[in-house]
């Protein structure tokens, strides 16, 4: 009995943990394959056939959907006894409606699937599953022409849930996906976590052990997918304190946090982490009190506010945080504001996504009374609602690209700095730079980094010839932000001449050289100084040109781990 579980992740570099799990769940052998979706269907479906599995299953998302059922189909055909199972939550709810769509599907299983997952495979290798699979929790299956759900299965205890990371080498260059617990206090109406009300946490010292088996190995991440990580402040906090009396200098930590939940116990410690061993997903969603009430959401945006900016000021923390468009009573003036509040928050990256119309949601459940007109397909992403039209949605995606591109990116810094004093608010330059963006044509191309640059300057050359801005001075500003991130072997365009400083730069090479006691020449491969005809941070940081001239060095050797810039120092 071949038994084959199978993954179609989003990216290389991500790991599929329920993959490990159901494989450790069950003391029969089960090999394990994972693939993404940027491989050709036909590729997946050869390796497959070639395995000749009797019981295939796939553990199946928003992401790989339409690529597993179809590779589903395909598999039927070629070998009609291999027995297909589904898991994951894009099949674990409309479940009769899916059964009598697919007929290629032998079970769903639904809920936790780790139980469920070991009894199913114990079947299958006695040859007893057509009679035992009535009495097997959290399973779906056709027949006849009956669709059969079991009751679900009980909560799973957390301590229950086997350790997957042994082996290491299975992980090589991938991130680390962990879960010290399951569930969420919360009942947002567009999320799947929502349904699990009740959670559960693994056992504190079973999770500090595992924190310090990655800590041990140098693992580069560890995401963490606790749903709101710090919903239990002692949990959180003896986690958090852990890593930071255990820090190895290379490990990062990812969590997803609610930011109006941060105690000051709690942001004392966060002050003390090492920069960039962790880092924090923060969604805010929408800034709108109405929208807020309806999709049954608590937060306390002053709080948000505050605690954002606090960890801000400690400049140690990546925060990433999140807004979605097409929320109840979002329309398109609302989420300007939604979209300026957050920004003023200052977060190293602002994610704008769009609302996913995820069955069994509560949002699904209000579709017809929302007016919601989305994709047919995964990702169900909204097209339309009550409040916000296509139109209104294709502009948006257009501020996504170039916020993306250009805020994001952490590569344009003092260039956005500068250019955001001429615009009312940051929505109304990200929503004309994308309005330029799309009539020139840039969205359909592809771009080099200096490419980006280019375009932003020919934004302002060509759309902002009246607003006051000093051309001179953005090729200057984003002269520094280029060599902030690199040392460029071929000077751009817009960059000025400095032949006439060769003799100076010589002698401030000699300079730096003598202060850290290193050879002038492997100071100038390492380092890179450039000249400026005024104070590039306080120009920017004011709007307006500023300051004397000044000689700046990138030392590339010396990076901050937050943005990976350069560190400088100004030669006087």
């Known amino acids: 009995m071949k038994i084959i579980l199978a993954a179609i992740n989003a990216k290389y570099i991500h790991s599929n943990l329920a993959l490990y799990t159901l494989t450790a769940s069950t003391p029969y052998p089960i090999q394990k394959k994972e693939y993404t979706i940027n491989q050709l269907e036909q590729e997946i479906l050869m390796d497959l056939y070639r395995e000749k599995p009797d019981v295939l299953a796939f553990s199946v998302y928003i992401w790989n959907v339409s690529m597993v059922l179809s590779l589903s189909k395909e598999i039927k055909k070629l070998l009609p006894d291999c027995s297909i199972i589904v898991g994951g939550p894009e099949v674990s709810y409309e479940m009769e409606t899916f059964l009598k769509e697919n007929s290629q599907i032998d079970l769903i299983l639904y809920s936790e699937g780790e139980c469920a997952f070991g009894k199913v495979v114990e079947a299958y290798v006695k040859g007893t599953l057509k009679e035992e699979r009535k009495n097997i929790a959290s399973v779906a299956y056709l027949e006849g022409d009956k669709v059969i759900i079991n009751p ?9 849930i086997p350790f997957v990371y042994e082996k290491m080498e299975d992980f090589k260059h991938k991130i680390i996906y962990y879960e010290s ?18 959670v559960r946490f693994r056992d504190i010292d079973v999770v500090k052990k595992e924190i310090q088996f990655f800590l041990d190995q140098k693992v580069p991440q560890v ?3 606790d749903r709101t990580f710090n919903c239990n402040h002692k949990h959180a906090m003896e986690i958090w304190e852990y890593i930071q009396s255990r820090d190895n200098g290379i490990t990062n930590f990812h969590f997803e946090i609610a930011a109006d939940l941060l105690t000051k116990e709690e942001l004392e410690v966060l002050k003390k982490m090492r920069p960039g061993l962790i880092q924090l997903e923060i969604g805010v969603q929408s800034t709108n009190e109405k929208t807020i009430e309806e999709i049954n959401r608590k937060m306390d945006l002053d709080r948000v506010k505050e605690n ?7 400049e140690n923390i990546h925060q990433h945080l999140d807004l979605i468009a097409g929320l109840p009573f979002e329309d398109y003036d609302t989420f300007k504001t939604s979209f300026n509040e957050v920004y003023h928050m200052e977060p190293e990256q602002l994610q704008l996504g769009f609302l996913k119309v995820l069955k069994g949601s509560k949002m699904f459940e209000n579709r017809e009374e929302y007016g919601l007109i989305y994709q047919e397909k995964a990702p169900y992403e909204v097209f339309c609602t009550k409040w916000i039209s296509y139109d209104e949605i294709i502009r948006l995606k257009q501020v996504e690209e170039v916020l993306e591109v250009y805020y994001n990116s952490s590569q344009f810094k003092q260039t956005l700095s500068y250019l955001l004093h001429f615009w009312e608010t940051p929505f109304s330059f990200y929503e004309q730079l994308g309005d330029f963006y799309e009539k020139e044509g840039y969205f359909s191309k592809k771009h080099a980094r200096i490419g980006y640059y280019e375009n932003l300057l020919a934004f302002v050359k060509k759309e902002c010839q009246n607003k006051g801005i000093e051309e001179k001075v953005v090729e200057e500003l984003m002269v520094y932000d280029l060599y902030a991130r690199e040392n460029l072997k071929t000077r751009p365009t817009f960059a000025k001449d400095l032949s006439e400083y060769k003799q100076l730069y010589v002698e401030l090479y000699q300079q730096i050289g003598r202060e850290k006691q290193l050879d002038s020449k492997w100071i100038g491969k390492r380092h890179h100084i450039e000249t400026f005809s005024f104070d590039i941070f306080a120009t920017a940081k004011t709007g307006s040109r500023t300051g004397k001239p000044m000689h700046i060095y990138f030392n590339y ?3 901050n781990p937050l943005t990976n ?3 400088i120092g100004v030669v006087k």
């Open 152 to 160: 679900i299965s009980p909560l799973m205890d957390m301590n229950q």
């Open 181 to 198: 617990s399951r569930g969420c206090p919360f009942s947002c109406s567009y999320c799947l976590s929502s349904i699990d009300k009740k």
């Open 223 to 225: 995401k963490f997918v």
């Open 308 to 314: 954002v900016k606090t960890v801000c000021s400690y």
């Open 557 to 559: 050797d010396e990076r």
């Open 565 to 567: 810039d350069a560190t």
